[in-house]
């Protein structure tokens, strides 16, 4: 195949994959692109071929080093494909994230005639996956600051997945499955969180309560939970997520013994709004704050209890159900 089939392949790979394609001729050192490249990187249309690297342009600084590395130019002596992703920021100032292949055009011979270059948009995929990552910290910063169990469960409720569950209570993840997890509830509360769950399910809403959970040493501990449903955006359940905290040993005082104040620190702070379903955004503006300044005392390990700002956010969380209070061990926990 000499370049020009190439060119007449690319268009089809367009409009069957929707992407964008590049190719470059190593003789001439010009390059050629199809109509959804430009429409891509948000760059008026060429025909012709072109000797600029128009895409250079609009990547993101920081990714330019990546992007070299992987634009097909200085790997014109490899034999293999080469995958990127990098960021480009458009004229309009819109920032987008693209996956790049690209691979050696070579003809019977073995002649490199140039490379052509498949471009994708995956913004959204970065985008959720960077949310699922921001998700599993926060899950993470819940059980470990508030003594907290946590679980998904499939739409149909009939999958329920939680490792600190089973951790807790000693059931296998199959005796959890179905309605199994309700036997490991204490048989008074027992019938009270099945018609909970039951009407949650129903009405398609979040669903709290107090009950207790008999655990692997066989004793029994109360236990604060909240169950809420994930969507699609086409408004079907993706899955149901929920939390609960132990609440056997929390003392209701916002104080410890000789009135020392409670630490608090910025995994504490976002944990309590996990228990909420909050955004960043949403608490910042609560407890009026900018998100920066939030992310910023999210991030913080130490104490914030002497900064004027967690006492904003103390009260907004306060108002809104959750409280931060001392545990025997000398922690801090949330209560709601």
């Not at 895409?55 to 990714?63: C, K």
């Not at 948009?121 to 985008?127: A, G, L, N, S, Y």
């Not at 409720?157 to 569950?165: I, L």
């Not at 000693?170 to 008074?188: N, R, V």
Request: with cysteine; aromatic share 8%; glycine share 6%.
């Amino acid at each position: 195949m000499q370049l020009i089939d190439y060119k007449n392949l690319s268009e089809q790979i367009e409009r069957a994959a929707d992407c964008g394609v590049r190719i470059y001729d190593l003789k001439t050192q010009d390059y050629w692109a199809t109509p959804g490249f430009w429409k891509l990187i948000g760059e008026p249309q060429i025909d012709a071929n072109y000797s600029s690297d128009y895409l250079e342009r609009v990547v993101d600084p920081s990714d330019l080093l990546e992007y070299r590395r992987a634009s097909g130019v200085v790997n014109i002596h490899l034999k293999y494909p080469v995958s990127s992703k990098f960021r480009i920021i458009t004229r309009d100032k819109t920032s987008k994230y693209l996956s790049n292949r690209s691979e050696l055009i070579i003809d019977r011979s073995g002649e490199i005639l140039g490379i052509i270059s498949i471009y994708k948009d995956v913004t959204e995929e970065f985008v959720t996956k960077t949310h699922i990552r921001r998700m599993e910290e926060l899950q993470a910063d819940l059980v470990s600051h508030a003594n907290a169990i946590s679980w998904t469960i499939t739409p149909s409720g009939s999958q329920f997945d939680s490792v600190s569950w089973c951790t807790l209570t000693g059931q296998s993840f199959e005796a959890a499955q179905g309605s199994g997890w309700l036997s490991a509830i204490h048989p008074d509360d027992r019938a009270v969180i099945a018609t909970g769950w039951s009407r949650a399910q129903a009405g398609r809403c979040a669903f709290t309560e107090r009950f207790r959970i008999k655990c692997l040493d066989g004793t029994y501990r109360w236990f604060v939970a909240r169950s809420a449903p994930t969507f699609h955006r086409d408004g079907s359940i993706k899955e149901w997520v929920g939390a609960g905290i132990d609440i056997e040993d929390l003392s209701p005082s916002t104080e410890g013994e000789a009135g020392l104040p409670l630490k608090v620190s910025g995994p504490l702070i976002r944990a309590a709004r996990g228990l909420l379903n909050w955004s960043s955004r949403e608490l910042a503006e609560a407890a009026e704050l900018t998100p920066a300044v939030l992310r910023t005392i999210e991030e913080a390990r130490s104490n914030l209890s002497s900064d004027p700002k967690i006492a904003r956010i103390m009260s907004v969380l306060k108002q809104n159900g959750v409280s931060f209070a001392l545990q025997p061990n000398g922690k801090t926990g949330l209560v709601i």
